[in-house]
C-alpha cells in the first residue's frame, strides 16, 4: 500500500514532524511504502480537474482544507477525512455538531460575525456573556496549543477582550472545573485507547506544551461510551478528546483535536498509539 503523510508547509513545531515520522516508522513496519511531503503543490487543477499524486491514502496532519479536500476528491481515503478535520478546526462549529446529541459541553455564548474595526460593542451581547459568570473563558474558533484560549475575570476585562477580537470567530464558555486540570481521551477507530490527565500547577490551560504534565488515566465507562460517541458523530479515524470534569463529576466535552499530539500520551500510557492508528490504515485496505 501507498500511503501520503501530510504536515504543514510551514511547520515550525518539532512535535508535528515527530508525530509524523511515528506513523511513518509504524506503517512501513506493517508492509507499507510511506513518504512525509508538506502540502506544498501537492495537487493542482489542470483545466478543471484535479492532478494529485497516486497514493491510497494518505494521513492528513494538517489543518489546511483546501489541500485535504483536493486529495480526497482526487480519490484518495484521507484519515481523518476532510469534512471531519474542518469541523475539529473550527471550536464553535465542533460544539454546534456536538449538541443535540447529549453530549455534555461546557454552556457557550457564540460572538456574533463582525465585519467593521469602528463597530461599537453591543451592550445586549456583553450581558448575556456576563450571565455564564466569571471567570469565564473566551476562545477564538482557530486556536492551537492553549494559544487561543484566554481566562476572563471580570467586566473590564470581557470589554478589553471583546474590542480587541471582534474581528475574528470566537466565543465565551462557562468556566468548567477548578483549572489547569482535563482529561485527554485518544480514540483510534472509534474505540478508547487510552486516557491521561493533564495538570498545570502555573496556567489555567492544561496543554502539555504550556507546562501541563501528564498522568495515566483509568477512563471509567462513562468517559468511554461518551468520547466514542464524540468520534462517531463526527466521524473520525483518530483523535484526542479534551474533557472537562464539573464540580459534580460530569464530564463536559471541551473540545476535539483531529491531529491530537501523542508522544505524551505514548509516553504516560505505555501504549504504542502510532502502531494502533497504523494498523486501522492498513485495515482499510485489506478490508
Ligand atoms: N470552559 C473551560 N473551563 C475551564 N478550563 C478550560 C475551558 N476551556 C478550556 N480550558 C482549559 O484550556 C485548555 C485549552 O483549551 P482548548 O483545549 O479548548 O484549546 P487548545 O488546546 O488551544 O486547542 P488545540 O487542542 O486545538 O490546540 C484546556 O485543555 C483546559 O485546560
Ligand atoms: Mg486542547
Known amino acids: 500500500m501507498k500511503c501520503l503523510i501530510v504536515v504543514n508547509a510551514y511547520i515550525k513545531n518539532k512535535s508535528q514532524i515527530m508525530q509524523a515520522e511515528r506513523i511513518a516508522e509504524e506503517l512501513k513496519r506493517l508492509g507499507a511504502e ?57 471550536k464553535m462549529l465542533t460544539h454546534i455538531a456536538l449538541s443535540n446529541g447529549g453530549i455534555p459541553m461546557p454552556d457557550c455564548i457564540y460572538a456574533p460575525l463582525c465585519y467593521y474595526a469602528d463597530a461599537s460593542l453591543s451592550v445586549e451581547f456583553l450581558n448575556r456573556v456576563e450571565k455564564l459568570g466569571y471567570p469565564l473563558i473566551a476562545k477564538t474558533c482557530y486556536g492551537s496549543l492553549g494559544s487561543g484560549v484566554f481566562l476572563i475575570n471580570d467586566h473590564t ?106 508522544a505524551e500520551a505514548e509516553k504516560v500510557c505505555g501504549v504504542n498509539i502510532a502502531k494502533k492508528y497504523a494498523e486501522l490504515i492498513i485495515a482499510f485496505k485489506n478490508a
Do not use: W
Open 34 to 90: 510511506c513518504e512525509i511531503r508538506k502540502n506544498i503543490a501537492l495537487a493542482e487543477i489542470v483545466k478543471g480537474n484535479i492532478i494529485a499524486p497516486k497514493y491510497e491514502c494518505c494521513v492528513f496532519l494538517d489543518k489546511d482544507k483546501a489541500a485535504a479536500r483536493l486529495l480526497e476528491k482526487s480519490g484518495i481515503r484521507l484519515f481523518n477525512n476532510a469534512a471531519a478535520v474542518e469541523m475539529c478546526d473550527d
Open 157 to 262: 476585562e470581557l470589554e478589553a477582550f471583546e474590542k480587541s477580537n471582534k474581528l475574528a470567530a470566537h466565543f465565551y464558555q462557562k468556566f468548567i472545573g477548578c483549572g489547569g486540570e482535563d482529561i485527554r481521551v485518544i480514540v483510534i477507530g472509534g474505540k478508547v485507547i487510552c486516557a491521561m490527565r493533564r495538570k498545570n500547577e502555573k496556567d489555567f490551560r492544561s496543554n502539555i506544551e504550556l507546562g501541563g504534565k501528564g498522568e495515566k488515566y483509568e477512563a471509567d465507562e462513562r468517559l468511554i461510551s461518551l468520547c466514542e460517541r464524540v468520534s462517531e458523530i463526527l466521524k473520525l479515524d483518530y483523535c484526542g478528546i479534551d474533557v472537562l470534569t464539573d464540580s459534580d463529576g460530569t464530564y463536559n466535552v471541551c473540545e476535539v483535536n483531529s491531529n491530537a499530539f501523542f
